[in-house]
């Protein structure tokens, strides 16, 4: 790593050093609820969320970080004049206690007793709750009026948003350099991808598509940015007609000069500030709208002039998580070169960990060194989690410079990590033991291994949605009284968010598993304040091998991911013969495919990680 890159290691580790504390916080919402009474209001809500409800938004965006001192990638708070709480999902729950001040705000689960639940218990007749139409989709705003209106309260809508009046040292918003995604990446060239969206346009009997989500339009235009950190995307939104062209609304500066000209033809560039200006001049048109991630102001800005706004699954977001053959060689190919690093890192700590000398941003560190020196890596694609101990029990645990610990002999240490390739995006997770395990370590382990087994050995029928499936991620664990408070795998983007809908393997997971779309499988158990252990591959769905009698096409899922699973931490006794089969077979797998890209001492590490594993052995 050159000193440019150490560089930036250490300002990253330095930003998310120092998270508000009470006398940052105190007078911060001291600012908010005097702004908010000058506006006749007695509170608001302030969500995780840009204009385009995006999981990673820009720091300019980040307002809910800014009040709370909260950095997760969900959650949302309430401020009232005499009291405030913040919302946090399972996996930040504890995260949200370590960082908010508890003498400011009280803790919610943002899932199990969500914003609207809370307003219908606490507000009182004539309040009125303020909240930015940009930032919640109509959705949200009904769930939240409906809420209020039960309180008896009312749900206003306030511009510009409060927070923007008093954060005076705001950042900047962001103007990454948007650059073509070139077709040897993409597969289907972009006007291809239009005719097939003007073909939906069509089906939806709808006048035009409004696409609102970032991730739709870089794909549909076949374009990448920089405005997020780690996904390469542009800031930007889109109205799609079934006919005429296009008109793309992004900050014009930022389009590099291959941009423009790869864009040319395909639509009409607009600066971003024309988009609620153009909306209204739908007139009386039928637009659709995405229900995830249209903002509530832009459904306003079509309605109140008469058109239709009509609300739906975006058509864009099944296209895009099917990936064409281009992108699963592309991600076939990431994935083998990923590995290398994966493993010659792994090798590394091995070798390191044993002496208790490593740190947690040693670790962090030292992984993206041997991903860059792989030569081809555009951007981790996620914070890495690198959580030893009882730091490994926090889901998505962020190593600080306040909160980094040594790793020591005897515990577990989790890393989650991922990157960006212009031909796939990855995401994986290895719990590796320091020195000798507990037994009941092994036992935990050993439970979520055979969950991820499971998911991976499994065959369902065409059409089956990810609920169906995530269960088997659990069996194992319910058994023993256990459970993970997260999904069981998420959909990957192909050089684009490491988060990407609409599939995902949940118990809300609704969508069907498609041939074509990467997903996640990814069990996990935590013991808060002792350890964490996640395993966790990326998976193709693809068809299944012939079976006899099948009275439907049936799927299965090929695994992307390549790097041994720490077989010290395996309990034989719990495993049965078709899980220990599986497991040689994967292990002989990652040897044969990774040990040609590896140093003689690292193959020779790689052999003896991935041994064949046999009962009393």
């Known amino acids: 790593m050159n000193e440019s890159d150490l560089s930036k290691f250490h300002a990253c580790f330095q930003t998310f050093d120092d998270p508000p504390a009470a006398a940052q916080s105190a007078p911060r919402i001291a600012a908010l609820r005097a702004e908010i009474a000058r506006r006749g209001l007695d509170g608001f809500i302030v969500p995780h969320a840009d204009r385009y409800q995006n999981e990673y938004v820009p720091p300019s965006e980040q307002r809910l970080a800014w ?68 930032l919640h989709t109509a959705e949200a705003v009904e769930r939240l009026a409906k809420a209020c209106a039960t309180a008896g309260a009312k749900l206003v809508a306030t511009e510009p948003n409060p927070i923007d009046a008093v954060w005076h ?54 374009i990448r940015g920089a405005d997020v950190a780690h996904t390469p995307l542009p800031l930007s939104s889109a109205i799609v007609p079934v006919q005429g062209n296009a008109a793309l609304y992004i900050d014009e500066g930022k389009l590099t000069d291959a941009a ?31 229900q995830a991630t249209a903002a509530q102001a832009i459904a306003q800005a079509i309605t109140g002039h008469g058109g239709r706004a009509p609300r739906g699954a975006d058509p864009i977001a099944v296209m895009k998580a099917v990936k064409n ?5 592309g991600s076939r190919a990431a994935h083998l070169r990923d590995g290398a690093a994966v493993v010659n890192f792994l090798a590394w700590f091995d070798r390191g960990a044993r002496s208790g000398g490593l740190t947690e941003i040693d670790a962090v560190e030292a992984l993206e060194t041997f991903r860059r020196d792989r030569g081809l890596l555009k951007d981790i694609s996620f914070p890495t989690i690198a959580g030893s101990g009882p730091n ?56 979520v291994l055979k969950g991820h087994i499971a998911i991976a050995r499994a065959v369902f029928p065409d059409g089956v949605q990810g609920s169906q499936l995530d269960s088997f991620a659990r ?34 997971g609704t969508s069907p598993l498609m041939r074509g779309m990467i997903l996640s499988n990814e069990p996990g ?27 439907k096409p049936l799927n299965c899922f090929e695994t992307l991911t390549f790097a ?49 594993l046999r009962r009393g052995a």
Do not use: C
């Open 525 to 551: 158990y935590y013991k808060t304040g002792h350890y964490g252990i996640r395993i966790e591959n990326l998976v193709l769905v693809t068809e299944a091998s012939a079976v006899p009698g099948a009275e």
């Open 392 to 447: 490994g029990a926090i889901v998505h645990y962020r190593v600080t410079g306040r909160t980094n610990r040594k790793i020591a002999p005897g515990e577990l240490f989790l890393i989650d990590s991922g990157a960006q390739y212009q031909d796939g995006t990855t995401d994986i997770t290895r719990t590796v033991a320091v020195g000798e395990p507990s037994a009941e370590m092994r036992d935990r382990f050993t439970r």
């Open 325 to 329: 053959a281009t992108e699963i060689a």
């Open 169 to 222: 040292d705001r950042p900047p918003p962001p103007r990454g350099a948007v650059a073509p995604h070139d077709v040897q990446f993409a597969g289907e060239e972009a006007a291809s991808k239009l005719e097939r969206v003007r073909a939906e346009i069509k089906k939806l009997k709808a006048d035009a598509l409004v696409i609102s989500d970032p991730h739709a339009v870089a794909w549909t235009f076949n």
């Open 67 to 134: 009040l709370t001192g909260f950095t997760g990638s969900a959650g949302a708070a309430i401020v009232m004049a005499d009291r405030a709480v913040l919302f946090a999902d399972g996996r930040y729950t504890i995260q949200a206690r370590a960082q908010a001040d508890a003498a400011l705000f009280a803790i919610e689960h943002l899932i199990d007793a969500p914003p609207a639940a809370w307003i219908e218990a606490n507000l009182t007749a004539g309040q009125k709750l303020g909240y930015d139409p940009w």
């Open 564 to 612: 041994p699973i720490d077989r010290r931490l395996i309990d034989l006794d719990l495993m049965d013969g078709t899980e220990i089969d599986w497991l040689n077979a994967y292990h002989a797998e990652v040897r044969e495919k990774l040990s040609p890209h590896l140093a003689a001492d690292t193959a020779a590490w790689l052999a003896e990680a991935t041994a064949p």
């Open 260 to 290: 423009r000209m790869a864009l040319a033809g395909l639509a009409e560039v607009r600066d971003a500030a024309a988009f609620a200006t153009d909306l209204a001049a739908l007139g009386n048109q039928t637009v659709r709208l995405d």
């Open 475 to 508: 069996a194992h664990l319910w058994a023993a009284g256990l459970d993970f408070d997260h999904g069981t795998g998420h959909g990957v983007g192909s050089y684009l968010s490491v988060h990407e809908g609409p599939a995902r393997i949940a118990k809300l």
